[in-house]
């Protein structure tokens, strides 16, 4: 899925500017790393390409959609094309790994019979599958997070949006987790990862945007 | 189908989930529409009785000794109010004297001549307009006299009346307890939920599909709140019924069972329909204030 955004500035009322004037085009395929400090507008790029957020001048399309002008009707069909891993891991805490996966893939209208086969695959590729009855409460960091990229997965997207997905990881889940991406990332689907750990940037064929209060300050292809 | 079965399921997981407060809802949802049941039965049968005496009503009209009968007549069938003039003859009125009198009436024979004035019996059109009917049939040259029921019409007019000011009155009451109990309930609802509901938005669930659950939890508890109201109801108007009856057996009661059932199947889907709307408002509201693009 392509994706481009047009001088796309976003301001937070009053006067917080978060992205300003930002111009990117992201091809089908790419893996992109999205850099920069905290409070530098990673996580507001991420949700304005999800609509979460709408920019306060610019242009956002996504594969042939104009988010400026999709219908409202339109948007939850625009989102099954994307898996998110949020920043502040959002499992269900009542629902235990099966049904968190289960849960997202039924709130899409997906027949009960493929959910089943759906989730247990994805859970599995994840390595989750032996503790897909445990609640995200009984599952370590690295482990709910996961179940939350096999949630993102199930639905087979065409884009990943992964939010600091190694936050509070140690070294060696991290370097699992990231594997997992780049597994993800190989069978063809567009990844853009947010991060502010350089250390996750490995040295493979991927693309590095950093941002710093809302500019692009580096934009470069690596690994190749 | 299988949207359908998710919907029933999460339907029921919330009102488990929220169990103490459902019943609670439901218990003020039974209550307030067995009140509203009892005071539009009550009405009811108000309109019912008052509709029987409309029938029943007629005003009689005593004529002076010489008056032009078929003129007055004509100029009483003119007035707005009337719907229906029948001239009685004193022969008429001697024979009816007679019946009711039975045996002893051979004693009017011995007075000779028949004393008995011309009279009209005049039907009103609507209650309402009896008295001043009686005041402008009053006015005529011609009348002697006018006798109807005046004082008893008056109260069971103002009955009625206090009755449908208090209908209305307690059915909006009644009606907005209900509506902000079940509309509450289904806010707290969408709260407890409040995570699903926003990864399910941005998974890409549609809006309807969030909804249902809810909207079915606002539906059953406001329907089985009618349905209990209605099994009170039934209770109480039957015991009531029988007790009336006993002690007015004259008072027209409405005790068709047609009828009856008839406005039980309406508290019913009205029931339905309030905890319908009441949940649709909650729930699109939330939905569509939680998932405002910033
Ligand atoms: N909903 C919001 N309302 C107001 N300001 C916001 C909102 N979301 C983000 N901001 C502001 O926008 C700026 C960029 O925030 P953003 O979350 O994109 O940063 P980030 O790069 O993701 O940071 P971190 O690495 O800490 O997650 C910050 O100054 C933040 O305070
Ligand atoms: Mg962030």
Same mark, same amino acid.
């Given at each position: 899925?392509k994706?481009?955004?047009i001088?796309?500035?976003?301001?937070?009322a009053?006067?917080?500017?978060?992205l300003?004037?930002?111009n990117?085009?992201?091809?089908?395929?790419?893996?992109?790393?999205?850099?920069?400090?905290?409070?530098s507008?990673?996580?507001?790029?991420?949700?304005?390409?999800?609509?979460e957020?709408?920019?306060?001048?610019?242009?956002?399309?996504?594969?042939?959609v104009?988010?400026g002008?999709?219908?409202? #009707? *339109?948007? =939850?069909?625009?989102?099954? %094309?994307?898996? $998110?891993?949020?920043?502040?891991?959002k !499992?269900?805490?009542?629902?235990?790994?099966?049904?968190n996966?289960?849960?997202?893939?039924?709130?899409?209208?997906?027949?009960h019979?493929?959910?089943?086969?759906r989730?247990?695959k994805?859970?599995?590729?994840v390595?989750?599958?032996?503790?897909?009855v445990?609640y995200?409460?009984?599952?370590?960091?690295?482990?709910?997070?996961?179940?939350?990229?096999a949630?993102?997965?199930?639905k087979?997207?065409?884009?990943?949006? #992964? *939010?600091? =997905?190694?936050?509070?990881? %140690?070294?060696? $889940?991290?370097?699992?987790?990231?594997? !997992?991406?780049?597994?993800i990332?190989?069978s063809?689907?567009?990844v853009i990862?947010?991060?502010?750990?350089?250390?996750?940037?490995?040295?493979?064929?991927c693309?590095?945007?950093?941002?710093?209060?809302?500019?692009?300050?580096?934009d470069?292809?690596?690994?190749n | 189908m299988?949207?359908?079965?998710?919907?029933?399921?999460?339907?029921?997981?919330?009102?488990?989930?929220?169990?103490?407060?459902?019943?609670?809802?439901l218990?003020?949802?039974?209550?307030?529409?067995w009140?509203?049941g009892?005071?539009?039965?009550?009405?009811m049968?108000?309109?019912?009785?008052?509709h029987?005496l409309e029938?029943?009503l007629?005003?009689q009209?005593?004529?002076?000794?010489?008056?032009?009968?078929?003129y007055?007549?004509?100029?009483?069938?003119?007035?707005?109010?009337?719907?229906?003039?029948?001239?009685?003859?004193?022969?008429?009125?001697?024979?009816?004297?007679?019946?009711?009198?039975?045996r002893?009436?051979?004693a009017t024979?011995?007075i000779?001549?028949?004393?008995?004035?011309?009279?009209?019996?005049?039907?009103?059109?609507s209650i309402?307009?009896?008295?001043?009917?009686?005041?402008?049939?009053?006015?005529?040259q011609?009348?002697?006299?006018?006798v109807?029921?005046?004082?008893?019409?008056?109260?069971?007019?103002r009955?009625?009346?206090?009755?449908?000011?208090?209908?209305?009155?307690?059915?909006?009451?009644?009606?907005?307890i209900?509506?902000?109990?079940?509309?509450?309930?289904?806010?707290?609802s969408?709260?407890?939920?409040?995570?699903?509901i926003?990864?399910?938005?941005?998974?890409?669930?549609?809006?309807?599909?969030?909804?249902?659950?809810?909207?079915l939890?606002?539906?059953?508890?406001?329907?089985?709140?009618?349905?209990?109201?209605?099994?009170?109801?039934?209770?109480?108007?039957g015991?009531?019924?029988?007790?009336?009856?006993?002690?007015?057996?004259?008072?027209?009661?409405?005790?068709?069972?047609?009828?009856?059932?008839?406005?039980?199947?309406?508290?019913?889907?009205?029931?339905?329909?309030?905890?319908?709307?009441?949940?649709y408002?909650?729930?699109?509201?939330?939905?569509?204030?939680?998932?405002?693009?910033?």
């Amino acid at each position: 899925m392509k994706i481009s955004l047009i001088s796309v500035t976003k301001i937070f009322a009053p006067d917080i500017v978060a992205l300003d004037n930002v111009n990117l085009i992201i091809k089908k395929g790419e893996f992109v790393y999205l850099m920069g400090k905290s409070g530098s507008g990673k996580s507001t790029l991420i949700r304005l390409i999800t609509r979460e957020v709408l920019p306060t001048r610019g242009k956002i399309v996504v594969g042939d959609v104009d988010l400026g002008k999709i219908n409202k #009707a *339109d948007i =939850p069909f625009y989102r099954r %094309d994307i898996g $998110t891993i949020s920043q502040d891991l959002k !499992l269900i805490p009542k629902l235990t790994a099966y049904e968190n996966v289960a849960f997202a893939l039924e709130a899409m209208g997906i027949p009960h019979r493929y959910v089943k086969a759906r989730a247990n695959k994805v859970l599995d590729q994840v390595g989750m599958w032996r503790r897909r009855v445990f609640y995200p409460p009984q599952l370590s960091g690295g482990e709910q997070q996961r179940v939350a990229i096999a949630r993102a997965l199930a639905k087979s997207p065409a884009l990943i949006l #992964a *939010d600091e =997905p190694t936050g509070n990881l %140690d070294a060696k $889940t991290t370097e699992d987790i990231m594997n !997992l991406f780049w597994n993800i990332n190989a069978s063809g689907i567009t990844v853009i990862m947010a991060t502010h750990n350089s250390n996750t940037v490995r040295d493979h064929h991927c693309r590095l945007i950093e941002l710093q209060s809302g500019f692009v300050t580096r934009d470069a292809r690596i690994g190749n | 189908m299988e949207a359908v079965i998710y919907v029933i399921d999460n339907t029921f997981r919330l009102l488990r989930r929220q169990w103490v407060l459902s019943l609670l809802t439901l218990i003020t949802a039974a209550a307030m529409f067995w009140l509203l049941g009892i005071i539009s039965m009550a009405s009811m049968n108000v309109r019912h009785l008052m509709h029987k005496l409309e029938n029943d009503l007629l005003i009689q009209v005593y004529l002076k000794k010489n008056a032009d009968v078929e003129y007055v007549v004509d100029e009483v069938k003119k007035m707005n109010w009337v719907s229906d003039v029948k001239s009685i003859s004193p022969e008429e009125a001697l024979e009816k004297l007679e019946e009711r009198l039975g045996r002893q009436s051979h004693a009017t024979k011995l007075i000779g001549e028949n004393p008995l004035p011309w009279s009209l019996q005049v039907r009103v059109r609507s209650i309402g307009d009896t008295d001043i009917l009686a005041k402008a049939l009053n006015t005529m040259q011609e009348v002697e006299d006018v006798v109807y029921a005046g004082a008893y019409i008056r109260r069971l007019e103002r009955i009625s009346y206090l009755a449908n000011s208090g209908v209305v009155t307690m059915l909006i009451l009644a009606l907005f307890i209900t509506s902000l109990v079940i509309f509450n309930t289904i806010r707290i609802s969408l709260f407890s939920q409040k995570d699903e509901i926003f990864i399910m938005s941005l998974i890409g669930a549609t809006h309807g599909y969030i909804a249902y659950p809810f909207i079915l939890q606002g539906i059953i508890i406001s329907g089985t709140g009618s349905l209990l109201a209605v099994f009170g109801l039934i209770y109480l108007y039957g015991s009531g019924v029988k007790i009336l009856q006993e002690a007015l057996p004259f008072l027209p009661l409405i005790v068709e069972v047609p009828v009856l059932l008839r406005f039980y199947m309406l508290l019913i889907l009205f029931g339905i329909g309030v905890g319908w709307i009441c949940s649709y408002i909650s729930v699109s509201r939330y939905i569509s204030v939680t998932t405002k693009p910033i």
